[in-house]
């Protein structure tokens, strides 16, 4: 079963529009861990944010926010006021530990950003 | 910091040829992962190592192998290369394992084999 979900493949917009990102989880585990990556053009994995199942309060940092909800499993980003330089593939992430206790990372399929100037 | 390398950056196989993905991280860092991405697929874990001389299976082992002699390096194994084995592969890094450890990448190794 798919641990980590996100249901919009592509997302296009035109540049100063906000992004939203969507991502639903599944886990049975208490603690756990979710991310956002940014994989731009080049290739590379970037790392973004991060948050704690124990923590929900929602945060901004710059041009990024997110929004942490347990009762439906979601882990929602957003890019507000979008630039061209925001194009990429946007994955989130849940990090659970395994049978041995070490903590795996889960990848969503990803959702393609296009910022059009 | 160079932070995670890989090479080669693009390689083309054939069936039934064998190779090694070599990775290298100078963070010192204990945990090293290989990972490989399909198309509008994402990342799923191969092989990974929490410190020299350690490594365990991730979701999709089969086909490949690995070895951890050093904190360094983490090369990645492909023997009798298949068509099934074509994807980009990546290597990442983290310090500890405590599960909010953000992961470093490498750049990538595109592979394809026909």
């Known amino acids: 079963a798919q641990k980590v979900t996100q249901a919009q493949t592509e997302i296009s917009v035109v540049e100063k529009e906000d992004v939203t990102l969507d991502c639903v989880y599944e886990t049975r585990d208490t603690t756990y861990y979710l991310f956002w990556y940014k994989q731009p053009p080049s290739g590379e994995l970037v790392f973004l944010i991060r948050r704690n199942s124990f923590d929900e309060q929602n945060e901004i940092s710059g041009r990024y926010s997110w929004n942490f909800q347990k009762s439906t499993s979601s882990f929602n980003f957003t890019i507000t006021a979008s630039q061209v330089v925001d194009s990429a593939v946007y994955f989130c992430?849940?990090?659970?530990?395994?049978?041995?206790?070490?903590?795996?990372?889960?990848f969503g399929a990803g959702t393609t950003v296009t910022v059009r100037a | 910091n160079a932070g995670v390398t890989q090479t080669p950056k693009f390689r083309i196989l054939k069936i039934g040829q064998s190779m090694t993905l070599q990775c290298a991280q100078d963070?010192?860092?204990?945990?090293m992962y290989w990972y490989r991405q399909d198309p509008g697929m994402g990342l799923k874990l191969i092989y990974y190592s929490v410190g020299a001389g350690i490594t365990d299976k991730g979701e999709v082992p089969n086909g490949y192998n690995v070895s951890r002699s050093t904190t360094e390096d983490f090369p990645l194994r492909l023997e009798l290369a298949a068509p099934s084995q074509t994807s980009v592969y990546f290597c990442a890094s983290s310090y500890f394992d405590r599960g909010d450890d953000e992961q470093y990448f490498g750049p990538g190794t595109r592979l394809t084999v026909t």
């Open positions: 963070m010192n860092h204990n945990y």
């Open positions: 992430a849940l990090s659970e530990a395994d049978h041995s206790n070490d903590y795996k990372l889960s």
